[in-house]
């Protein structure tokens, strides 16, 4: 079992080229991703979303790239040779008619606005794509690790809650049978105080009617199922989070009908409990890849 809420980096420096990739990730009902890559990574988009999607499946994930090119011929400086002339020519023209030394040097040249023209060096696309997926696995192999770790402690977590909701459903099975009993000794008793003497066979009809609309074998035969189940979950490399969401619903369906369907305090009491667990178990499955 995986986490949806996780953090992964990939750092690689190849031939010059320098790139680091970090993935943030945060539960989500679909894997939604968001990517923010430097210009020069726009054509390998695609490629990341699709490597993405082969390992995760739920999630939004924000993914950041930083990259420098450290190499020697990574950008060129050029003067524009007309706007160089149209600039001596002002100048000649402003020493003749102002009368002040012309005292024009290289660097001052140089420094005018927009003479030179400083160019990023056209990218080795084939290069760059094979780094960038190279620094993308690392960052996902990190990602991966991580939310393996969380999600094993979630496993263990949902585990214990399992088997508390087992404990309790065993405590109101046995509980059954015991509020039939003392159902019939209160509706003796309340005959008895109306009339001289009980008709038996009317009483038993009623108890009867009674423990046939407080049936609960049903349910608490489908909650052991969905435990099965959830289980077997817990235990699967597979991605579980979306069927988890949906069983742990059927639990609580199934525990409100047997809340339903008891007039007993005590099978209420415990009744509270358990959703009191199914909530919390929920509140982990939200966050279940």
Do not use: W
Not at 181 to 187: G, I, N, Q, V
């Amino acid at each position: 079992m995986n986490s949806m809420t996780g953090y992964g980096r990939g750092a690689l420096e190849r031939d010059g080229r320098q790139l680091t990739i970090e993935i943030r990730s945060v539960n989500h009902r679909f894997l939604d991703l968001s990517l923010r890559l430097p210009r020069c990574l726009g054509f390998a988009e695609q490629a990341i979303r699709e490597r993405i999607g082969k390992k995760l499946s739920r999630g939004h994930a924000d993914v950041f790239a930083t990259y420098k090119n450290l190499r020697d011929d990574s950008r060129t400086a050029v003067i524009d040779p007309a706007l160089l002339t149209a600039y001596l020519a002002a100048l000649n023209e402003i020493a003749e008619k102002s009368g002040l030394p012309d005292d024009r040097s290289v660097m001052r040249v140089a420094a005018m606005r927009d003479l030179i023209v400083v160019t990023e060096a056209e990218e080795d696309p084939e290069a760059l794509m094979a780094l960038t997926m190279d620094a993308l696995d690392l960052a996902l192999s990190d990602l991966s690790a991580m939310r393996a770790k969380e999600g094993a402690a979630m496993a263990r977590d949902m585990a214990g809650r399992i088997d508390a909701l087992e404990a309790l459903t065993e405590k109101i099975e046995a509980r059954y049978p015991q509020a039939l009993d003392e159902y019939a000794s209160r509706l003796r008793a309340r005959i008895e105080e109306l009339v001289e003497s009980c008709d038996e066979q009317r009483l038993l009809q009623e108890v009867a009617i009674m423990a046939d609309r407080s049936a609960i074998a049903e349910e608490t035969v489908r909650l052991r199922s969905h435990f099965s189940q959830i289980r077997g979950m817990l235990a699967s490399p597979e991605p579980v989070g979306r069927k988890l969401d949906f069983i742990v619903q059927e639990l609580n369906r199934e525990v409100n009908t047997i809340s339903s369907k008891s007039q007993d305090i005590p099978i209420t009491q415990l009744v509270v409990l358990a959703k009191s667990e199914i909530e919390k178990l929920r509140e982990q499955v939200q966050n279940v890849e």
